[in-house]
């Protein structure tokens, strides 16, 4: 492992802003779709006959090739950070915008009734009452979002050392140095466990009604008659 954290200069950067980037280059991207997903979801609930032809469109989307993407855009954005953002941003759609929606759509029909009933708006209504509810699924859906944008960024070492870490993999066969492609994956897969540990924290955070597999204490445990004493009784 010599030279594992030994990044060679063609990448101008170092360890730690490499992750930096990386976190950039993967985090504003599903941000991004976070944003557009929230108002396309909503539309989608509101119109059902929405929600087939956008769900279409968002699967058709990340069916392309994130390199046939990049071929499309570099003409009008160059190879910049950006070109490797749009297309983790529209990716992230087909994930979010379901996730809302199952979400939103799980909120009782008494509680609308009852927000109505308590002169919230529509607008009001979503912000207010369905979007909290709708966090564990809406969170659920990032945890996805995020976990694939990360891996994807490094595809952006294709286009001229856009890929963060993934610049790691290239260098390795240029210098014929294996050690910069293990430091890519690992250093790729512990960010991507650190994000979802911390959307899962976020979770517990906003949601904290919902049950968290709180384990038996042990004098409930002896308090508790066995099976067969039960029965016997």
């Given at each position: 492992?010599?030279?594992?954290?030994?990044?060679?200069?063609?990448?101008?950067?170092?360890?730690?802003?490499?992750?930096?980037?990386?976190?950039?280059?993967?985090?504003?991207?599903?941000?991004?779709?976070?944003?557009?997903?929230?108002?396309?979801?909503?539309?989608?609930?509101?119109?059902?006959?929405?929600?087939?032809?956008?769900?279409?469109?968002?699967t058709v989307f990340y069916a392309i090739p994130?390199?046939?993407?990049?071929?499309?855009?570099?003409?009008?954005?160059?190879?910049?950070?950006?070109?490797?953002?749009?297309?983790?941003?529209?990716?992230?759609?087909?994930?979010?915008?379901?996730?809302?929606?199952?979400?939103?759509?799980?909120?009782?029909?008494?509680?609308?009734?009852?927000?109505?009933?308590?002169?919230?708006?529509?607008?009001?209504?979503?912000?207010?009452?369905?979007?909290?509810?709708?966090?564990?699924?809406?969170?659920?859906?990032?945890?996805?979002?995020?976990?694939?944008?990360?891996?994807?960024?490094?595809?952006?070492?294709?286009?001229?050392?856009?890929?963060?870490?993934?610049?790691?993999?290239?260098?390795?066969?240029?210098?014929?140095?294996?050690?910069?492609?293990?430091?890519?994956?690992?250093?790729?897969?512990?960010?991507?466990?650190?994000?979802?540990?911390?959307?899962?924290?976020?979770?517990?955070?906003?949601?904290?009604?919902?049950?968290?597999?709180?384990?038996?204490?042990?004098?409930?445990?002896?308090?508790?008659?066995?099976?067969r004493e039960a029965a016997a009784k």
């Amino acid at each position: 492992m010599n030279g594992f954290f030994d990044i060679p200069s063609d990448l101008d950067n170092t360890y730690f802003g490499l992750i930096g980037l990386h976190l950039r280059e993967a985090l504003l991207p599903v941000l991004a779709g976070l944003l557009a997903a929230l108002p396309l979801a909503q539309l989608c609930v509101r119109f059902r006959w929405l929600y087939p032809p956008v769900l279409g469109v968002t699967t058709v989307f990340y069916a392309i090739p994130s390199l046939a993407v990049f071929v499309v855009l570099i003409d009008y954005t160059g190879q910049t950070e950006l070109t490797v953002m749009i297309p983790l941003a529209v990716y992230s759609l087909v994930v979010l915008v379901p996730a809302i929606v199952d979400g939103v759509r799980s909120v009782p029909e008494e509680t609308l009734a009852a927000s109505t009933a308590m002169g919230f708006g529509p607008v009001r209504r979503y912000l207010q009452v369905q979007l909290p509810i709708a966090v564990p699924a809406i969170l659920a859906g990032l945890r996805v979002a995020v976990a694939s944008s990360i891996s994807l960024v490094s595809v952006g070492a294709l286009i001229g050392n856009q890929g963060a870490l993934g610049n790691l993999l290239a260098d390795a066969q240029k210098y014929g140095r294996p050690e910069l492609a293990v430091n890519s994956v690992l250093t790729t897969a512990v960010l991507a466990i650190l994000c979802d540990a911390v959307l899962v924290l976020v979770r517990n955070l906003l949601t904290p009604w919902m049950p968290r597999g709180r384990r038996q204490r042990p004098k409930e445990a002896a308090a508790r008659p066995e099976p067969r004493e039960a029965a016997a009784k």
